[in-house]
């Protein structure tokens, strides 16, 4: 009763309004000091079905720390996060299954993609700070961004063109010991513009064990060598540590949330990680109707995390080039538009684990031993796409768009020699993943939509491999086709924004980490599951006055996920037709932002999370939870030269006591019990002083 009282709650906020005035969606250049930035080519890759895009907006409801709650207000996407280092984003119910971290979608900053060879993703290494805007694509109709069964993310920097050069400078202290700065500087002129963004963070945490410090820059430069020619260069760094508070037990989690897990706190366990991103891109207009950009990337990754069973030390060396045409050609009266191109990612990955001499260095922590185990692996993922539409009548469009996919594994297995060797080598076969998009304009406000679209997951490094670290040669490619219709509202006078999806995307082939150890896992494919949902989200906007406004807003989610075909053999449990694990039936992300018109602003903000199934047999559940926020803040013109801004935010303001994020199928070892939660926040504060002089 309680979740269904929450969702009656919202949805009547909206029932109540009269419809008066204009609104304004949510979108990148929505507010002043925020730029206008390119998304042709995301656009014209997904095609004629929408995505959903988030921007200033939506991060202006939270802390510049949190984008992991700007990302929730997506309808279908539910991110958890353990820690500002442990984030784990799901679409539609994939990647639910994963441990640890984000996979089984494609992440792509600027376009570059950012997803390592075997799909796992670090969200956590970007600062909201330098972005203009979040894309996110559901399921695998994004023919030119990977076709992964959970999708797409495309973050997208900060640009500048045709403005004046200005200096930029946010500071953001709060509870936990919280500092955050951020100083940025932006020039344009006519054939060239640039940003620079530097942003220094530490935070104490609210745990045991929990402190996180971070520094990062980012280059974003273009040159424009002609009329029909422009060059980028994008350089990202991030150098960032974290302690690890990791999951504690309900027990503890009752008693005392804020402790860190036994062990790792007496290993006094973290990670420590080195990110870098270089993109070099070219941009050719031939004419007004064939545009190329392709860009050649490098990434690398340099990351050493003493855990209390091991210590692993390694690094990751990725590079590769994607390049994307679009164009139109007129047939009959009509036009047709077209994609096509490739995208080559080739990583080198090395690893090696040590004994962990904690319990041996008189309660100092982590101590490396003897080797373990040294690896390494070659990986590469080639994806060639295209896709055509074309519009029959002034009301029919529909697209066809096709991605071709080849995965391919070398291990190495460098500490081991001759017969004990576990080298080899794992060739996925190439997969076909067809797209079909249908476009009705019913009336000019009212579009309807379809899409039946093929996806795919690669299996992780721990899924390929045996207990014994040999390639697992039955291991198989996820699979899965997504079936979805919707609709999209949006009222003449621009005052309401409505959307509206169903979707159903049956997998086979899923892949089942089953535990071997103290965290250690290995795949299999298991049966199959039915991802089945309705997504929405709803934007309004009123005058009240002349000067004052209100912009209320829901997203809402349902997830009927299931297992159609799945024994556990190790349990001798069948759980076909259980609820798939580790996702909410119910989210809503809801609020209300007020702009007074003089400067001063305030926005409100309420979440919603069911109970979750953290067992594959659903014998156990976590708690559903609220979680309300708030944030209130000014902006002025001091001079005609500098603007000053000043805001404050409590978060979790009614003091809930919740788990922010979950470990599902949770096992304890050595008469331990199982450690399934991650604790959120208490209530904790923050403020923030923004200024932005201009030249």
């Known amino acids: ?198 942003g220094h963070m530490e935070i104490d945490g609210y745990r045991e064990n929990n402190r996180f410090e971070r520094d990062g820059l980012l280059l974003n430069t273009i040159f424009k060598l002609s009329e029909k020619s422009e060059v980028g260069l994008l350089v990202n760094h991030i150098d960032y540590s974290a302690q690890i508070a990791s999951s504690i037990s309900q027990e503890d989690f009752d008693e005392d949330p804020t402790q860190a897990a036994f062990t790792w706190r007496s290993a006094k366990g973290y990670e420590d990680n080195n990110y870098s991103l270089i993109g070099l891109s070219h941009t050719y207009y031939a004419n007004s109707k064939l545009k190329n950009t392709t860009s050649l990337f490098y990434t690398y990754l340099d990351h050493y995390e003493p855990a209390p069973f091991n210590i692993l030390d390694e690094y990751n060396n990725g590079y590769g080039f994607r390049t994307l045409f679009s164009g139109n050609v007129a047939i009959s009266e009509n036009t047709l538009s077209y994609t096509f191109g490739g995208e080559l990612y080739k990583d080198e990955y090395s690893w090696g684990t040590f004994e962990n001499l904690y319990r041996e260095n008189n309660g100092n922590g982590s101590l490396q031993g003897d080797r373990l185990s040294k690896n390494k692996e070659f990986r590469s993922q080639i994806n060639g796409f ?7 009548t002034n009301k029919l469009t529909a697209q066809l768009g096709l991605n071709i996919n080849k995965t391919q594994y070398d291990f190495r297995d460098l500490f081991n020699s001759g017969a004990t060797s576990t080298s080899a080598n794992r060739d996925f076969k190439t997969l076909f993943l067809p797209s079909l998009d249908v476009n009705y304009a019913i009336t000019p406000t009212n579009q309807l939509y379809a899409n039946v679209s093929r996806g795919f997951s690669n299996p992780g490094l721990e899924e390929t491999l045996t207990p014994d670290g040999i390639i697992n040669p039955d291991i198989a490619q996820e699979t899965g086709t997504n079936y979805e219709i919707g609709i999209e509202h949006n009222s003449k006078d621009e005052r309401l924004k ?77 759980y076909s037709k259980n609820s798939l694990t580790g996702v909410p039936k119910n989210k809503i992300s809801s609020g209300i932002q007020t702009n007074f018109g003089n400067g001063l602003f305030a926005n409100i903000t309420h979440q919603f999370i069911d109970e979750i199934p953290l067992s594959d047999a659903n014998s156990i559940y976590s708690d559903s939870f609220n979680v309300l926020n708030i944030k209130v803040g000014y902006k002025n013109q001091i001079t005609e030269k500098l603007r000053v801004g000043i805001d404050f935010g409590i ?45």
């Not at 730029?35 to 004629?48: E, M, W």
């Not at 005058?543 to 406004?549: A, M, V």
């Open 386 to 392: 295209a896709t055509a539409s074309y519009s029959f």
């Open 498 to 574: 409505l959307e509206v999806a169903f979707y159903l995307m049956p997998i086979k082939n899923l892949l089942v980490a089953k535990r071997v150890g103290d965290n250690q896992y290995i795949g299999r494919n298991a049966g199959k599951t039915k991802h089945q949902g309705i997504d929405l989200d709803l934007n309004y906007r009123i005058n009240l006055t002349d000067k004052i406004t209100i912009s209320p807003f829901i997203s809402y989610t349902y997830s009927n996920h299931k297992f159609i075909d799945f024994v556990d053999e190790e349990a001798n449990e069948d």
């Open 1 to 198: 009763m309680k979740r269904i009282f929450f969702l009656l709650v919202n949805i009547s906020i909206f029932s109540n309004l009269n419809a008066q005035n204009k609104v304004e969606y949510d979108s990148v250049n929505q507010l002043n000091e925020v730029i206008v930035i390119d998304t042709l080519t995301a656009k014209n890759a997904i095609g004629i079905i929408p995505s959903q895009i988030i921007g200033a907006t939506t991060f202006s409801n939270y802390s510049p720390v949190d984008l992991i709650s700007s990302i929730n207000q997506v309808s279908g996407l539910y991110a958890l996060s353990g820690a500002l280092n442990t984030n784990r984003i799901t679409i539609r119910g994939v990647g639910s299954r994963t441990l640890y971290g984000t996979d089984k979608l494609r992440l792509y900053y600027n376009n570059i993609p950012i997803t390592n060879g075997t799909g796992s993703s670090t969200i956590e290494a970007f600062d909201l700070e330098n972005l203009t805007s979040l894309e996110v694509i559901k399921g695998p109709k994004g023919t030119g961004f990977g076709t992964n069964l959970g999708g797409a993310i495309i973050l997208n920097t900060k640009q500048t063109s045709n403005l004046p050069t200005k200096f930029t400078n946010n500071t953001t202290v709060g509870s936990y010991g919280l500092f955050k700065n951020s100083l940025g500087f932006t020039h344009s002129q006519e054939n060239f513009y640039m940003t620079f963004q530097y």
């Open 651 to 695: 978060n979790n303001l009614t003091d809930t006591k919740y788990a922010q994020s979950v470990l599902i199928n949770a096992t304890g070892f050595g008469g331990n019990a199982p450690r399934y939660f991650y604790p959120g926040n208490t209530i904790n504060y923050y403020g923030g002083v923004n200024l932005n002089y201009t030249l």
